[in-house]
């Protein structure tokens, strides 16, 4: 399956729905504790990785790696969780903007919200901050895996965010999880349907497997 139509078939699903697939599928791919900064993000795309760590006594940058970024990229940046330092802000935000980027999801913290969200551009993190990481952290190490909220996330995995955090999903099994992610979201269409019809929703769910949905097959 080509990107695009991998991508478009991911922005199908909500966070919840690729959540019990990859639960099915014995995947750990729920980001923990990484949340758009704004409920009506949404985010569908595949990454470009970056590892941020300690300014070494040699120095260092934060690096300028946004203007070789292809359109619907998402920029991946672990910062080792800290909330002290920035690795994000305004130029960044409006230099990925213009490049037609998917997003950016941070373990850390970003800043210049007011400009982030007059972009409305997707940003899932640890929360915002308004303190430089510029002579604090450095790039370390760019195209390599890194750990966003306790999942690895290797260059070119898929990730796919909206108000309920973000998921990352490996590339080698996207089209297993789109299968999975199909199937949990017929199941619960037709409880939905069966429900508005008047039927009992314990009922409906028994029909349609619902307490099975996401157990590991």
Not at 36 to 57: D, H, K, M, N
Not at 163 to 183: N, Q, R
Request: glycine share 10%; aromatic share 6%; charged share 25%.
């Amino acid at each position: 399956m080509e990107k695009a139509e991998i991508l478009s078939h991911l922005r199908k699903f909500g966070t919840s729905t690729i959540s019990d697939a990859l639960d099915r599928l014995g995947i750990n791919g729920q980001c923990l504790g990484i949340m758009p900064l704004e409920r009506s993000f949404q985010l569908t795309g595949e990454a470009f990785t970056i590892r941020y760590g300690p300014i070494s006594v040699e120095g260092g940058t934060v690096g300028d790696y946004i203007d070789k970024l292809e359109a619907d990229t998402v920029v991946v940046i672990d910062n080792g969780g800290r909330k002290d330092v920035t690795v994000w802000g305004d130029l960044l935000t409006l230099t990925a903007h213009q490049h037609n980027l998917a997003g950016t999801v941070i373990n850390g913290v970003c800043r210049d919200v007011d400009r982030i969200l007059e972009l409305n551009y997707p940003i899932y993190s640890r929360g915002n901050w308004m303190r430089t990481g510029k002579d604090r952290v450095m790039v370390v190490e760019e195209n390599v895996p890194v750990s966003i909220g306790g999942v690895l996330v290797s260059p070119g995995d898929y990730l796919r965010g909206d108000g309920d955090g973000v998921v990352a999903i490996p590339a080698s099994k996207v089209e297993l999880v789109l299968e999975a992610a199909w199937m949990i979201h017929t199941a619960e269409e037709n409880i939905r349907a069966a429900v508005l019809k008047g039927e009992k929703l314990k009922d409906a769910r028994t029909k349609n497997s619902y307490y099975n949905l996401q157990t590991r097959s």
